[in-house]
Protein backbone atom coordinates (compact mmCIF):
# COMPACT_ATOMS: atom_id res chain seq x y z
CA UNK A 1 0.00 0.00 0.00
CA UNK A 2 2.77 2.39 0.99
CA UNK A 3 4.58 1.47 -2.25
CA UNK A 4 1.14 2.21 -4.44
CA UNK A 5 0.95 5.62 -2.69
CA UNK A 6 4.39 6.58 -3.52
CA UNK A 7 3.94 5.85 -7.24
CA UNK A 8 0.97 7.67 -7.00
CA UNK A 9 2.47 10.69 -5.38
CA UNK A 10 5.17 10.64 -7.92
CA UNK A 11 3.05 10.20 -10.63
CA UNK A 12 1.13 13.28 -9.13
CA UNK A 13 4.04 15.03 -9.03
CA UNK A 14 4.69 14.76 -12.55
CA UNK A 15 1.80 16.19 -13.78
CA UNK A 16 2.00 18.89 -11.84
CA UNK A 17 5.42 19.96 -12.89
CA UNK A 18 4.05 18.88 -16.45
CA UNK A 19 1.49 21.41 -16.12
CA UNK A 20 4.28 23.78 -14.73
CA UNK A 21 6.66 23.80 -17.40
CA UNK A 22 3.72 23.87 -20.27
CA UNK A 23 2.32 27.22 -18.30
CA UNK A 24 5.67 28.61 -18.90
CA UNK A 25 6.62 28.08 -22.27
CA UNK A 26 3.15 29.55 -23.00
CA UNK A 27 4.32 32.56 -21.56
CA UNK A 28 7.59 32.63 -23.25
CA UNK A 29 7.29 34.84 -26.44
CA UNK A 30 7.27 33.37 -29.65
CA UNK A 31 11.12 33.15 -31.25
CA UNK A 32 9.85 34.90 -34.21
CA UNK A 33 7.64 37.24 -32.71
CA UNK A 34 10.86 38.48 -30.44
CA UNK A 35 12.79 38.82 -34.14
CA UNK A 36 10.24 40.51 -35.85
CA UNK A 37 9.90 43.26 -32.74
CA UNK A 38 13.68 43.51 -32.86
CA UNK A 39 13.30 44.41 -36.97
CA UNK A 40 10.86 47.20 -35.70
CA UNK A 41 12.81 48.56 -33.49
CA UNK A 42 15.88 48.76 -35.71
CA UNK A 43 13.70 50.64 -38.62
CA UNK A 44 12.33 53.21 -35.74
CA UNK A 45 15.81 54.04 -35.21
CA UNK A 46 16.36 54.21 -38.91
CA UNK A 47 13.66 56.43 -39.47
CA UNK A 48 14.66 59.98 -38.62
CA UNK A 49 12.86 62.46 -36.03
CA UNK A 50 11.45 65.54 -37.65
CA UNK A 51 12.03 68.49 -35.69
CA UNK A 52 8.98 70.23 -35.08
CA UNK A 53 9.62 72.01 -31.86
CA UNK A 54 7.31 75.20 -32.77
CA UNK A 55 8.59 78.58 -34.18
CA UNK A 56 7.59 81.73 -35.32
CA UNK A 57 5.85 81.98 -38.45
CA UNK A 58 4.04 84.81 -39.57
CA UNK A 59 2.94 85.09 -43.39
CA UNK A 60 1.42 88.14 -44.15
CA UNK A 61 -2.87 87.16 -44.19
CA UNK A 62 -3.71 89.57 -46.66
CA UNK A 63 -5.85 87.82 -49.49
CA UNK A 64 -5.14 84.45 -47.28
CA UNK A 65 -6.77 81.31 -49.29
CA UNK A 66 -7.41 77.64 -48.13
CA UNK A 67 -7.37 75.17 -49.85
CA UNK A 68 -8.56 71.39 -49.39
CA UNK A 69 -6.47 68.55 -50.04
CA UNK A 70 -7.91 65.14 -49.75
CA UNK A 71 -6.28 61.89 -50.50
CA UNK A 72 -8.38 58.49 -51.34
CA UNK A 73 -8.33 56.34 -48.72
CA UNK A 74 -6.06 58.46 -46.09
CA UNK A 75 -8.41 61.74 -45.52
CA UNK A 76 -7.74 65.67 -46.30
CA UNK A 77 -5.80 68.15 -45.17
CA UNK A 78 -6.23 71.93 -45.03
CA UNK A 79 -3.79 74.31 -46.26
CA UNK A 80 -3.36 78.06 -46.21
CA UNK A 81 -1.87 80.30 -49.59
CA UNK A 82 -0.37 83.36 -48.91
CA UNK A 83 -0.48 85.40 -52.11
CA UNK A 84 1.27 88.61 -50.89
CA UNK A 85 4.12 86.17 -49.86
CA UNK A 86 4.39 84.86 -53.45
CA UNK A 87 1.74 86.39 -55.72
CA UNK A 88 2.76 84.68 -59.06
CA UNK A 89 3.26 80.96 -57.49
CA UNK A 90 0.19 81.20 -55.85
CA UNK A 91 -1.95 82.52 -58.31
CA UNK A 92 -0.29 79.58 -60.97
CA UNK A 93 -0.96 77.07 -58.05
CA UNK A 94 -4.59 78.20 -57.82
CA UNK A 95 -5.18 77.98 -61.57
CA UNK A 96 -4.07 74.33 -61.05
CA UNK A 97 -6.23 73.86 -58.40
CA UNK A 98 -9.26 75.31 -60.22
CA UNK A 99 -8.47 73.09 -63.58
CA UNK A 100 -8.49 69.95 -61.24
CA UNK A 101 -5.15 69.30 -62.48
CA UNK A 102 -4.40 67.54 -59.48
CA UNK A 103 -6.60 64.87 -59.63
CA UNK A 104 -5.23 61.72 -59.74
CA UNK A 105 -2.09 62.51 -59.10
CA UNK A 106 0.19 59.69 -57.01
CA UNK A 107 3.00 61.36 -54.20
CA UNK A 108 6.38 60.40 -55.73
CA UNK A 109 8.52 61.47 -53.00
CA UNK A 110 8.05 60.54 -48.95
CA UNK A 111 11.42 61.01 -46.95
CA UNK A 112 10.21 60.71 -43.36
CA UNK A 113 11.46 63.52 -41.04
CA UNK A 114 11.83 65.51 -44.26
CA UNK A 115 9.32 65.81 -46.74
CA UNK A 116 6.26 64.90 -48.85
CA UNK A 117 6.73 65.60 -52.41
CA UNK A 118 4.25 65.39 -55.45
CA UNK A 119 2.89 67.37 -58.36
CA UNK A 120 4.14 65.51 -61.59
CA UNK A 121 1.70 64.69 -63.92
CA UNK A 122 3.38 61.79 -65.61
CA UNK A 123 1.70 59.66 -62.19
CA UNK A 124 -1.01 60.03 -63.24
CA UNK A 125 -0.72 57.27 -66.17
CA UNK A 126 2.98 55.85 -65.69
CA UNK A 127 2.39 55.62 -62.16
CA UNK A 128 5.47 55.63 -60.23
CA UNK A 129 7.63 53.73 -62.92
CA UNK A 130 8.86 56.29 -65.55
CA UNK A 131 11.95 57.26 -64.63
CA UNK A 132 11.98 61.29 -65.27
CA UNK A 133 9.10 61.48 -62.45
CA UNK A 134 9.99 64.97 -60.81
CA UNK A 135 12.16 66.43 -63.13
CA UNK A 136 8.65 68.72 -65.08
CA UNK A 137 5.22 69.00 -63.68
CA UNK A 138 2.69 71.27 -66.26
CA UNK A 139 4.83 72.41 -68.73
CA UNK A 140 5.07 76.04 -67.12
CA UNK A 141 7.61 77.75 -65.20
CA UNK A 142 6.87 80.22 -62.54
CA UNK A 143 9.72 82.77 -61.48
CA UNK A 144 11.63 81.71 -58.56
CA UNK A 145 9.81 84.21 -55.39
CA UNK A 146 12.21 84.88 -52.39
CA UNK A 147 10.70 85.89 -49.59
CA UNK A 148 11.43 86.26 -45.91
CA UNK A 149 8.98 83.06 -44.75
CA UNK A 150 10.86 80.08 -43.50
CA UNK A 151 10.88 76.63 -43.87
CA UNK A 152 9.07 75.61 -40.27
CA UNK A 153 7.33 72.26 -39.87
CA UNK A 154 4.07 72.12 -42.37
CA UNK A 155 5.06 74.36 -44.97
CA UNK A 156 4.33 74.58 -48.24
CA UNK A 157 6.59 75.33 -50.36
CA UNK A 158 7.52 75.32 -54.50
CA UNK A 159 10.21 72.14 -55.75
CA UNK A 160 12.64 73.70 -58.60
CA UNK A 161 15.34 71.86 -60.60
CA UNK A 162 18.08 73.83 -58.67
CA UNK A 163 17.98 76.11 -55.72
CA UNK A 164 16.93 79.54 -56.75
CA UNK A 165 16.27 78.83 -60.32
CA UNK A 166 13.03 79.57 -62.75
CA UNK A 167 11.79 76.10 -62.50
CA UNK A 168 8.95 76.07 -60.57
CA UNK A 169 6.27 74.48 -61.81
CA UNK A 170 3.27 72.20 -60.49
CA UNK A 171 5.16 70.03 -57.83
CA UNK A 172 5.31 71.46 -54.62
CA UNK A 173 6.79 69.72 -51.11
CA UNK A 174 5.46 69.53 -47.40
CA UNK A 175 7.99 70.28 -44.94
CA UNK A 176 7.72 67.45 -42.00
CA UNK A 177 9.99 69.16 -39.83
CA UNK A 178 11.87 72.41 -39.85
CA UNK A 179 14.07 72.34 -42.88
CA UNK A 180 16.24 75.27 -42.77
CA UNK A 181 19.04 74.29 -44.98
CA UNK A 182 16.38 75.30 -47.60
CA UNK A 183 15.54 79.04 -46.22
CA UNK A 184 16.03 81.41 -49.30
CA UNK A 185 16.56 78.50 -51.88
CA UNK A 186 13.12 77.69 -52.29
CA UNK A 187 9.46 79.82 -52.02
CA UNK A 188 7.39 78.84 -49.23
CA UNK A 189 3.72 80.08 -50.54
CA UNK A 190 1.90 78.10 -48.25
CA UNK A 191 0.93 75.88 -44.94
CA UNK A 192 -0.90 73.14 -43.38
CA UNK A 193 -2.80 74.31 -40.85
CA UNK A 194 -4.94 70.77 -40.08
CA UNK A 195 -4.62 66.95 -41.10
CA UNK A 196 -1.43 66.62 -39.79
CA UNK A 197 -2.37 62.86 -38.64
CA UNK A 198 -2.95 62.32 -42.35
CA UNK A 199 0.28 64.24 -43.23
CA UNK A 200 2.20 61.61 -41.76
CA UNK A 201 0.65 58.46 -43.42
CA UNK A 202 1.27 59.42 -46.87
CA UNK A 203 3.32 57.23 -48.48
CA UNK A 204 4.42 56.95 -52.18
CA UNK A 205 1.78 56.02 -54.52
CA UNK A 206 -1.32 57.42 -52.43
CA UNK A 207 -3.68 59.36 -54.97
CA UNK A 208 -4.90 63.06 -54.72
CA UNK A 209 -8.65 62.85 -54.74
CA UNK A 210 -9.67 65.91 -55.15
CA UNK A 211 -8.11 69.82 -54.45
CA UNK A 212 -10.23 72.07 -53.85
CA UNK A 213 -10.55 76.10 -52.98
CA UNK A 214 -12.91 77.13 -50.01
CA UNK A 215 -15.16 80.18 -50.95
Keep these: MRYVLMVLGIAVAGVGLSMLVT ?62 AAPKTVARFIQLIHSGFYKGILVHRVEPGFVVQLGDPKTKTAGLSEPTI ?22 VSMALSSPQSDTADSQFFINLGNNHQLDGDYCVFGRVTKGIDVLDKIQPGDRVERFQLKP
Design 23 to 84: ERKDLTPDPMAREWARREAQEKQKTPKADRAPEPFNPPREGVRTAVLRFESLGELEMELYPS
Design 134 to 155: GQNGSGQNIPFEKNALKHVAFT
